[in-house]
């Protein structure tokens, strides 16, 4: 079974600058999270999605955050314009929907983001 | 607002020992709670799943057991490897539906 894909796995953009993030979840899974993990830190919800609404975007910067999940499989994560603090790693996973007997969530290898 | 902590931040062992990793949650009112493993610079990988009316889950030299009233989920693991050497992050999920609230993780070194 093909895990959860992200790209890019590096990304390296000067403060000011645009960024786009990629996830593809496990097939067959409704929910997807966005995830921002600073050094030292555990994961922090962004954005989560079922099929292709939001269900909680409640931490998600608006001003320069964006996230999107056409279609309910693929999504992607925009940031514009980036900051300093934005350095991160951002994951995304996947689960079945809420109310199946194993919502297990399973993560990507996650984006490396480093503002200069 | 749920909050998850972990004790202790850091531990180092020697190779063969037993260990135990703590997990506390504030609101007991949780659907299920998962123990995740980190390396450096990876993503997360899932070790167990707990649902909220299970007690226990056990999995190889894993056993991850939940007390819900006391908000409380532990991490035990038989025979440590200087492999098992990583971040270990627990997160737990609300009734409604919500995310997962993580812990600020546990960093685990088993020297050989």
């Known amino acids: 079974e093909a895990g959860v894909a992200q790209s890019p796995r590096y990304k390296i953009i000067e403060k000011r600058q645009s960024v786009a993030f990629w996830c593809n979840p496990i097939?067959?899974?409704?929910?997807l999270y966005w995830y921002q993990q600073i050094l030292g830190q555990g994961p922090k919800l962004l954005i989560q999605?079922?099929?292709?609404?939001?269900?909680?975007d409640s931490q998600l910067p608006k001003d320069r955050f964006s996230a999107e999940r056409l279609k309910g499989v693929d999504s992607t994560l925009k940031i514009q314009p980036a900051k300093l603090e934005d350095s991160a790693v951002y994951l995304c996973?996947?689960?079945?929907?809420?109310?199946?007997?194993?919502?297990?969530?399973?993560f990507g290898q996650g984006t490396r983001l480093t503002v200069v | 607002k749920q909050e998850v902590t972990q004790i202790p931040a850091a531990l180092s062992v020697p190779e063969g020992e037993n260990l135990v990793l703590n997990c506390s949650f504030t609101?007991?009112?949780?659907?299920?709670l998962q123990w995740f493993r980190q390396d450096p610079g990876k993503g997360l990988t899932s070790l167990l799943l707990?649902?909220?009316?299970?007690r226990e889950q056990t999995s190889g030299r894993l056993n991850a057991s939940l007390d819900k009233s006391s908000g409380r989920s532990t991490l035990y693991i038989a025979a440590s490897q200087p492999g098992d050497s990583a971040t270990y992050l627990c997160?737990?999920?609300?009734?409604?539906?919500?995310?997962?609230?993580f812990g600020p993780g546990t960093r685990l070194s088993v020297l050989p």
């Open positions: 097939s067959g899974h409704a929910t």
């Open positions: 999605f079922q099929n292709n609404g939001v269900v909680d």
């Open positions: 997160a737990v999920r609300g009734n409604y539906g919500q995310n997962f609230v």
């Open positions: 609101d007991s009112a949780i659907y299920n």
């Open positions: 707990i649902q909220s009316s299970q």
């Open positions: 996973a996947s689960s079945l929907e809420f109310g199946k007997m194993n919502t297990e969530a399973f």
